[in-house]
């Protein structure tokens, strides 16, 4: 099992673009987390997936979305990138939403760069 | 407003020293605390959380919900633990989301 993958590993894209990251989670997983990490901060929580549906949210704008797929991968979307959405995306999945759910597994992650 | 705070950035100790990370919580519910660690090269992954007890990598960390804290402690530290350190509190729904500290970055000097 290759546990949680990220792709792309890394990006570069213009302020005003629209980008979509993808994740597959580990083997066994059905839960979906979506992390930004900027530089020299700690994660923080964008959203997260169970039954393709969204079902928890952190702080973040509309302009982040997301979307999860029948076979539990996700992907995270960002449309009118600003330059303070350049940081490293990290996808973690998990099993179980409904019951408690402890452990959260990272993929490597995602590095956007938006210039 | 931080929910997890761990206020030092950067922690520098010799090979056999002891190893203490500080990290305070705010939260009105039951927490559930992690440690998470990152080591080079390496994605984050967890190291303990409170409710296992459990010594990993001969790491400890108690939560005292009077004090608020779960400081991560080491009685001699390794080479092996330079690695990027977070404590996480366990929020939402069934604790399924995690809000991260800052980090500590811990270096171990030979």
């Known amino acids: 099992d290759a546990g949680v993958t990220q792709s792309p590993t890394h990006l570069i894209k213009t302020r005003g673009q629209q980008v979509t990251l993808r994740c597959s989670p580990k083997?066994?997983?059905?839960?979906v987390s979506w992390y930004q990490q900027a530089l020299g901060q700690g994660p923080q929580f964008i959203f997260q997936?169970?039954?393709?549906?969204?079902?928890q949210r952190g702080n973040f704008p509309d302009r982040f979305s997301g979307h999860q797929f029948p076979n539990y991968s996700s992907e995270l979307n960002v449309n009118a990138l600003l330059l303070g959405d350049s940081a490293l995306y990290l996808c973690?999945?998990?099993?179980?939403?409904?019951?408690?759910?402890?452990?959260?597994?990272f993929g490597p992650g995602t590095r956007l760069t938006v210039t | 407003a931080q929910r997890v705070t761990q206020p030092e950035k950067l922690l520098s100790v010799f090979k056999g020293a002891p190893v203490e990370l500080k990290c305070n919580y705010s939260?009105?519910?039951?927490?559930?605390l992690f440690w998470y660690v990152q080591y080079s090269r390496q994605r984050l992954q967890l190291l303990l959380r409170?409710?296992s007890r459990e010594s990993i990598k001969g790491f400890t960390a108690d939560l005292n919900k009077g004090e608020t804290s779960f400081h991560l402690k080491k009685p001699f530290a390794q080479e092996e633990d330079s690695a990027m350190y977070y404590c996480a509190l366990g929020e939402g729904y069934g604790n399924n989301r995690l809000a991260f500290g800052k980090g500590n970055q811990v270096v171990v000097i030979p």
């Open positions: 939260y009105s519910g039951s927490p559930e």
């Open positions: 973690a999945s998990s099993l179980g939403y409904a019951r408690l759910s402890y452990e959260q597994y």
């Open positions: 409170h409710i």
């Open positions: 997936y169970y039954e393709e549906e969204e079902r």
């Open positions: 083997s066994g997983h059905d839960t």
